[in-house]
């Protein structure tokens, strides 16, 4: 069983940055994947990026150019470097993890583990 948890959202003002933080615990297999979604309300969750356990990253077109996901193995730590904020990137972030190879942030089939999220609102 892995244990997800973020941190880091907060307020912020339109340019902003902020940092997310997602300290994983317990056992994943060698070919494991980690992504950051996110979610408003009425709306479906969606993928910001992914990146997988040789480090390789996958953008989905809300996280390219502003977002940097990476991964410190050491610490266990996900993490998603945010720059240049935008209010419609208000929303719960949530930190998943699947124990498989294949690793995209396309769809949330297939992530067995999920953190309980974390808010971020911008403002104008």
């Known amino acids: 069983q892995v244990q997800l948890t973020e941190s880091g959202g907060g307020s912020v003002q339109a340019g902003g940055s902020l940092r997310l933080s997602c300290a994983a615990s317990?056992?994943?297999?060698?070919?494991?994947?980690m992504a950051w979604f996110r979610q408003v309300p009425g709306k479906e969750r969606e993928g910001v990026a992914s990146?997988?356990?040789?480090?390789?990253?996958v953008y989905a077109d809300v996280g390219k150019g502003r977002f940097t996901i990476s991964k410190d193995n050491t610490k266990n730590t996900l993490y998603l470097q945010m720059n240049s904020l935008k209010p419609e990137d208000t929303a719960m972030y949530y930190c998943?993890?699947?124990?498989?190879?294949?690793?995209?942030?396309?769809?949330?089939?297939?992530?067995?583990?999920w953190g309980q999220g974390t808010q971020v609102t911008v403002s104008s």
């Open positions: 990146i997988k356990s040789d480090g390789s990253t």
């Open positions: 998943a993890a699947a124990d498989r190879r294949s690793c995209y942030p396309y769809s949330t089939v297939g992530y067995n583990y």
């Open positions: 317990g056992y994943m297999y060698s070919d494991y994947c």
